[in-house]
Structures are given as C-alpha cells and as structure tokens.
C-alpha cells in the first residue's frame, strides 16, 4: 500500500480516488484483529521483507508465527531488519525443500493453522503441499485468489486464477469459483457476485472460455456451486461497468457490481490483476485456497502491508472454515 515518492507528481488516476489508499484492506485488518490469532508457519524466512511481514502480522494480533527454516540465515535477516526473534517459536530446517516440508507436516499434525511463504520459490512450497500422501490435498482443487482494493471501484475485487492453474479446465474452473466464493463469504460477502470473463459477452463455440462460462452459470443453476450470483460469459467492460452493459443490452444483477472476476487462465488473470495495480492504484492482498489450511503466496515485491493484510485473510478464511466445518 505505497505512497507517492516524495516530488513525484501524482498518477493521473489519483484524482478519482473517492477514499484513502488501501482503506478497503485496512478494514479487513481490522476486522481481522478482534479475532483470536492463529497459528502461522512461515517457510524458510531468510530475507528482510518475508521476516518483517510475518512478525508485522504477529504485532497486529493475527497470527502466532513459527519461523521454520535455517536459524543463522533467519538470525542474520533479523539483524539486518533491527528485530529481535526472542520468545519466537522457531523450528530448524537446513535448507527451503526441508522447511516446506516441516511447515506441511507440522499442518498435518494441527500445529499450524496456516502457512506463509517466505524467501523461497512458489514451486519449493508448492511441490510440498500438493504431494501425494503427504501433502495437504483435498477433494478441492488448490486456486490463488487476490483481493484487491482498487481506489476507482466501488467495493473489493476478487480476481482469480492469477497465479496457480495455468489453463483450467472446465472442472478446474468450477474449484475455482468454489474457493473465491469461500473467500468472499469469509471477508463478509453473503452472496458474492461472479463475473466469468472473456472476450464478448455471447457463448462462441469458437472462443471456448464462452461456453465455459456458460456451464460454470447452468452449474449454479443445478446447485454445483452454491452461495453466489453467477453471470457470463461477460466482457471486462460490461462487466464492471453497467453502463458499457447496458449498451449492449445485457441484464444482469452481476454486471456493472461484480465482487469476484474469475479469469479465463492464468496469463489473463495476471495480468489483469497487475493492470489494476499499476495502472489503477490498487492496493492487493492474496491467498490459496482449496489446501488444508489457506496459504498466503507472497511475491518478493510484496511490501509489509501487503503481507500483513494477506495474514488477515488467512486468519479470517480460518475461522470462517471453523465455524462452517
């Protein structure tokens, strides 16, 4: 959630703003701070950002961390970042393949209610989680869902598959929706509305995300997926914009107020969800669903109020789940 450098003039989008940088976010925090913390493993955090994120996170009252990687490298991270890992829980692991595997095990045995990633590759943390037998697989497929305040849209904006299924299939696609559907109820959407996007807005046999979307809505329609409004296939303009809809003559209770996009793959979903960022101010969070315990994937570029919101969903997606378990 960045600010303006100091005599850098400001984007031109700014002057749309109709509330503070990252409110939306900061809400979720808030909210997320009258409930008890939870237990968070955080994999192989041997870098400044991943060690202050997490213990940013701790000082908030979400989560109780457990530093799992290599104690001189995580020692040497909190020297460099001037704090103190004194009366922090940490577990030895050698090197990031072992971390992630302890962190998985230690969710295996209820120790850890969820788990963030640190200074190592998505694929490392991954490889752990979606193993066979050992890792924290469900009947759900696993998805990436952001959350992302967006200071010229009206409310927060689910944009998912940006960063896990690379081209989904028709199934995928249904767990997709499943998870950010779960996500919304669990950040307090009662019944989130589901834009399904892609090119146009009419079912084209020869753009195959159209009949997609099709299915995903006949699918709500039969009770395959529950809890939500689904509309598509739906452009990106009609989407979000009613009036864009209503000059094509859509009518829709989703388009022009949508709460969740979901993407036709990943390369769009990516790149729409960056687009926001840097074109539109927006400020984001993330997390994956459809494992055991939700995952907070974070980049490298995340800067410390992105990790401590994306903490935040994390502990409200848990005790969502404890409550409707």
């Given at each position: 959630?960045?600010?303006?450098?100091?005599?850098?003039?400001?984007?031109?989008?700014?002057?749309?703003?109709?509330?503070?940088?990252?409110?939306?976010?900061?809400?979720?925090?808030?909210?997320?701070?009258?409930?008890?913390?939870?237990?968070?493993?955080?994999?192989?955090?041997?870098?400044?950002?991943?060690?202050?994120?997490?213990?940013?996170?701790?000082?908030?009252?979400?989560?109780?961390?457990?530093?799992?990687?290599?104690?001189?490298?995580?020692?040497?991270?909190?020297?460099?970042?001037?704090?103190?890992?004194?009366?922090?829980?940490?577990?030895?692991?050698?090197?990031?393949?072992?971390?992630?595997?302890?962190?998985?095990?230690?969710?295996?045995?209820?120790?850890?209610?969820?788990?963030?990633?640190?200074?190592?590759?998505?694929?490392?943390?991954?490889?752990?989680v979606v193993r066979d037998g050992t890792g924290l697989r469900t009947d759900r497929r696993i998805s990436h869902v952001f959350v992302i305040d967006a200071p010229t849209y009206h409310?927060?904006?689910?944009?998912?598959?940006?960063?896990?299924?690379?081209?989904?299939?028709?199934?995928?696609?249904?767990?997709?929706?499943?998870?950010?559907?779960?996500?919304?109820?669990?950040?307090?959407?009662?019944?989130?509305?589901?834009?399904?996007?892609?090119?146009?807005?009419?079912?084209?046999?020869?753009?195959?995300?159209?009949?997609?979307?099709?299915?995903?809505?006949?699918?709500?329609?039969?009770?395959?997926?529950?809890?939500?409004?689904?509309?598509?296939?739906?452009?990106?303009?009609?989407?979000?914009?009613?009036?864009?809809?209503?000059?094509?003559?859509?009518?829709?209770?989703?388009?022009?107020?949508?709460?969740?996009?979901?993407?036709?793959?990943?390369?769009?979903?990516?790149?729409?969800?960056?687009?926001?960022?840097?074109?539109?101010?927006?400020?984001?969070?993330?997390?994956?669903?459809?494992?055991?315990?939700?995952?907070?994937?974070?980049?490298?570029?995340?800067?410390?109020?992105?990790?401590?919101?994306?903490?935040?969903?994390?502990?409200?997606?848990?005790?969502?789940?404890?409550?409707?378990?």
């Amino acid at each position: 959630m960045s600010e303006t450098r100091s005599g850098e003039a400001p984007p031109a989008w700014s002057a749309t703003f109709s509330r503070p940088r990252g409110a939306l976010l900061q809400a979720l925090v808030t909210r997320a701070q009258a409930l008890p913390p939870i237990r968070m493993g955080v994999v192989h955090p041997c870098d400044r950002p991943s060690l202050e994120g997490a213990l940013a996170a701790r000082d908030k009252g979400l989560i109780v961390p457990t530093l799992i990687g290599p104690c001189k490298k995580m020692e040497a991270a909190a020297r460099e970042a001037g704090v103190s890992l004194e009366d922090v829980d940490i577990v030895e692991a050698p090197h990031s393949h072992a971390a992630a595997d302890q962190a998985v095990e230690l969710v295996r045995r209820g120790k850890l209610h969820a788990i963030m990633k640190g200074a190592l590759h998505t694929d490392e943390l991954m490889t752990a989680v979606v193993r066979d037998g050992t890792g924290l697989r469900t009947d759900r497929r696993i998805s990436h869902v952001f959350v992302i305040d967006a200071p010229t849209y009206h409310k927060l904006l689910l944009v998912t598959d940006a960063a896990i299924n690379i081209a989904p299939t028709l199934d995928i696609k249904r767990d997709i929706v499943r998870n950010a559907v779960d996500m919304a109820h669990a950040i307090g959407i009662a019944r989130p509305k589901v834009a399904i996007l892609s090119a146009v807005e009419t079912v084209e046999a020869k753009i195959p995300s159209t009949v997609e979307a099709a299915a995903l809505c006949k699918m709500a329609d039969r009770g395959q997926i529950a809890g939500a409004i689904l509309d598509g296939p739906l452009a990106f303009d009609n989407a979000i914009s009613r009036e864009a809809a209503e000059a094509k003559h859509i009518t829709s209770e989703v388009a022009g107020d949508p709460d969740i996009l979901i993407a036709p793959d990943l390369e769009s979903g990516n790149i729409l969800a960056k687009q926001l960022v840097f074109l539109a101010g927006a400020d984001t969070a993330g997390i994956v669903l459809g494992a055991r315990v939700p995952i907070v994937l974070t980049s490298r570029a995340d800067d410390v109020e992105s990790r401590v919101a994306s903490s935040a969903l994390a502990q409200l997606f848990a005790h969502r789940k404890r409550e409707t378990a």
